[in-house]
Every structure is written in structure tokens, then in C-alpha cells.
């Protein structure tokens, strides 16, 4: 797949990409997709969550009522879950939803996320750049230029980079990160796929990684 360059202004420079076809123009593998990105939100999951159940509760054990003659159920404890501020019943408890997923499989539904936003036209290469220093503005007139205004943008840099990563982390649907730390949940998330010139070439690295 070929592509032009544009400079940061949105004009083309003449200058035109091959997208590597092993990585944007595979079949795009659904069930992959599904797999890594459920491995992704469950491995963010805190797993912290807790109630206290009738052991825990600190009330008192003593039996509120004769146990025959009420004319009703059976009560032993104020713990009960039947009661107002008794412990509750198979109460959530602190666990960890991570799960494995084998090498090749991630590898293949970042590729087939990749290849989706090639088949939708959604991918934009631009010409390497560099902010002096953090300016949000500068950042926020480039998105312009690009016409990502409004939308949910993913911009893969080939390497880190302080100023431009400072420029935009204040702007809402706009994230910046780099090819060694792409994944499949941010590729798909994103509705444009912004690559910066010499990122480029790193793509061919993502069957190793």
C-alpha cells in the first residue's frame, strides 16, 4: 500500500511511502482481535473489589429472638445478609483477571488492526517533526492541518519524544505513542492512524515483538 507525505501544514511534500503488505495488507483475523484486546481491558482491571460477608461484619452474635413461637423464620445473628447491614451473600473478593495469550496470536491482531485501518483509508503519514518545546498550540494547529479535529487520532512516532508527548496530553481524543509500544486496543480505538515518516520502516520490527 502506497501512501503520500505530508509536512505538518497538510500539504503534500511529493514524497510517497510503501506501507509493508506483511503488516497492512494481511486478512484481518477478528477472533485475534477479540482475544487481545479482552486480555488488555482485563490486565488493566484492579481487581480490588470487596464486600464483607457474615464473618466479617462487626455486629453482635447475639440471637435476637426465641427461636420457636414467632411465627416466623428462624434468626440467629444481626450478620445475617436478611438483615439491614448484615454481610452480603457470595460477596465480591480480590482477584486477577489477567489471562495469557500466546506471542503470535497478539502479534497477529495487532497486524489485523493495523490492516483494518488501511482497508478504511484511516492511516496518514507525515513528514518527521519536532517541537523546540512543549506547545500545545503547535500540537493543536497540527491536528488542524491534518483535519483530526473532533476526532479520536493515534499518532505513532518512531521514538520517544518529550515535547511532542507534553504538547499533547492535554488534548481530548488525541494519543501519542511509539511502534515498539503499539497494541491492538489503542490501533482500534483510534479512527485515525497518524505515522510519522520514519516510523515507518520500523513496522516490519512488529513480527519480532
Do not use: C, W
Not at 148 to 156: A, D, N, P, T, W
Amino acid at each position: 500500500m502506497e501512501l503520500n507525505v505530508v509536512n505538518i501544514q497538510g500539504k503534500e511534500t511529493g514524497r510517497k511511502v510503501v506501507l509493508p503488505e506483511a503488516i497492512f495488507g494481511i486478512e484481518p483475523s477478528d477472533h485475534a482481535i477479540y482475544l487481545d484486546v479482552k486480555q488488555f481491558l482485563a490486565n488493566n482491571r484492579q481487581g480490588t473489589h470487596k464486600s464483607k460477608e457474615r464473618a466479617e461484619v462487626a455486629r453482635s452474635t447475639r440471637k435476637i429472638k426465641k427461636q420457636k413461637g414467632t411465627g416466623g423464620a428462624r434468626a440467629g445473628s444481626m450478620k445475617s445478609p436478611l438483615f439491614i447491614g448484615g454481610g452480603r451473600v457470595f460477596g465480591p473478593r480480590p482477584r486477577n483477571y489477567s489471562f495469557k495469550l500466546n506471542k503470535k496470536l497478539k502479534q497477529l491482531a495487532r497486524k489485523s488492526a493495523l490492516a483494518y485501518k488501511a482497508i478504511e483509508k484511516s492511516i496518514v503519514v507525515v513528514e518527521d517533526f519536532s517541537f523546540d518545546t512543549p506547545k500545545t498550540k503547535e500540537f493543536i494547529a497540527l491536528r488542524k492541518n491534518l483535519n483530526l479535529e473532533g476526532k479520536r487520532s493515534l499518532l505513532v512516532l518512531p521514538d520517544y519524544n518529550d515535547n511532542i508527548y507534553l504538547s499533547s496530553r492535554n488534548i481530548p481524543q488525541s494519543e501519542v505513542t511509539v511502534v515498539a509500544d503499539l497494541n491492538t486496543y489503542s490501533i482500534l480505538k483510534a479512527k485515525n492512524l497518524v505515522l510519522v515518516e520514519s516510523s515507518v520502516e520500523l513496522f516490519g520490527n512488529l513480527n519480532n515483538a
